[in-house]
């Protein structure tokens, strides 16, 4: 009878089995989550009326900032899907240079929005496909929307500028500091190369002390340290001749640590006149090219410099300063035009640099070491930044240096676009017409996609303390009117032609912002499990 009962059942085909899918969810949710909880860490200090946020280091350090690239590089965040989230902004500091909060925020909702989609029973491969779909007509619609700049109009590079440094700390100082980015990008572009600009060739200098509206930019060189003054040299120098050396002007040492024990006192003299005839030797070579400048790179292996020699050198009327860092060779050279001298066989006075004066000037309660005037200089350019402390110092060279980024990403990519929340809108009008167009799963998630983007309009509103709902509406009945360059004005607290405001900001930062935040949220999405490797 059992026998029979087996048989009559019907055999289960290999094809079906069970698979708990329960892991799987509580893993996507997961990362979710924590994906979600960095992007509201950040969302508060979003835009002109953001909050600033106070970073607390494990050694004591302060920070006040709210720049979204700084908060989330100090964040000790352990969850690998939230690690994503820094690296997304990390991602975006390098490509645009702007934009490190809104790129976040707008990864945030976009996680939010598929949540809720996961939840309605949608494959996570059909909500990735359908924001690759979305974030590439999103490029297009902002490219249209786009205007075109040329570098020979200042006032458009200074307003673009204006708006990036608007939201931060110092943006009471921005009259001052964006001109002097436009200025300081400008001087440094290669007409061979009209669309490269590289930052290195910008030298931001700190030097404590006055305010931020003391910062101004150094055609020509400058260094936070002071001549060295322990033999009584020279500390101003016209018409220098100016040499960057990469070797030691001291006693040279055994490649091996060893100690040599001189007993007898003939010995002992016969080391020292030794030495002082090496030293001697060595300068001698250096005052024969007509060198009456030197630059020393810092040394690592013993000192660069002794008593004896920098006593020597100033009898020989030569300006030495020292412990010039490793990382400045570059500038330094490029900038005084000269070639780095590794070994003292190599002295050569078609090797130096010429400037007009290298002077030790006095400013606050140090000094710096400025060199002007220099000839056939190299396309770099110093900028010397004031501070009233430390805090203020570090978030105005921040500030700064994301109103460089935003210069150069005119220069490699000159279209400009509205701020204030407008392209955002406009995308998810556009996107909201077209996602009616579509049929199935994919125009359900490309709706979506266009609601996550109101994010950023409604952040902006909420952080300048009015009525999200009210003022996103209103903007959504504008640009459904035909006005694209409505945007919010947080000064005045209403709608207006956020173009005619000078709230400008480059296309590259808002394409960049979309298409980066998508990558990380299709990542996001694809990833079922965790496999922790020990």
Known sequence: MAAASTASRPRASKAESFVDNKRKEDIRSANINAGRAVADAVRTSLGPKGMDKMISTASGEVIITNDGATILNKMDVLQPAAKMMVELSKSQDSAAGDGTTTVVVLAGALLRVCQSLLASGIHP???????????????????????????????????????????????QYSTLLAPLAVDAVLSVIDPEKPEIVDLRDIKIVKKLGGTVDDTHTVNGLVFDKKVSHAAGGPTRMENAKIAVIQFQISPPKTDIEQSIV????????????????????????????????????????????????LHYLAKAKIMVIKDVERDEIEFVTKTLNCLPIANIEHFRAEKLGHADLVEEASLGDGKILKITGIKDMGRTTSVLVRGSNQLVLDEAERSLHDALCVVRCLVSKRFLIAGGGAPEIELSRQLGAWAKVLHGMEGFCV?????ALEVIPYTLAENAGLNPIAIVT????????????SGINVRKGQITNILEENVVQPLLVSTSAITLATECVRMILKIDDIVTVR
């Open 262 to 309: 001189v007993s007898d006192y003939t010995q002992m003299d016969r080391i020292l006149k030794e030495e002082r005839n090496y030293i001697l030797g060595m300068i001698k070579k250096i005052k024969a090219t007509g060198c009456n400048v030197l630059l020393i790179q810092k040394s690592i292996l013993r000192d660069a410099v002794t008593d004896l020699s």
């Open 125 to 171: 491969t059909v909500i990735s496909d359908a924001l690759h779909k979305s974030c590439a007509k999103s490029v297009d619609i902002l490219t249209a929307m786009a205007v075109p700049v040329e570098l020979t109009d200042r006032d458009s590079l200074v307003k673009s500028a204006s708006t990036s440094l608007n939201s931060k700390v110092v943006s």
């Open 474 to 485: 209103e903007l959504r009945n504008k640009h459904a009117q035909g006005e694209i360059n």
């Open 447 to 451: 709706k979506s996609f266009a609601e």
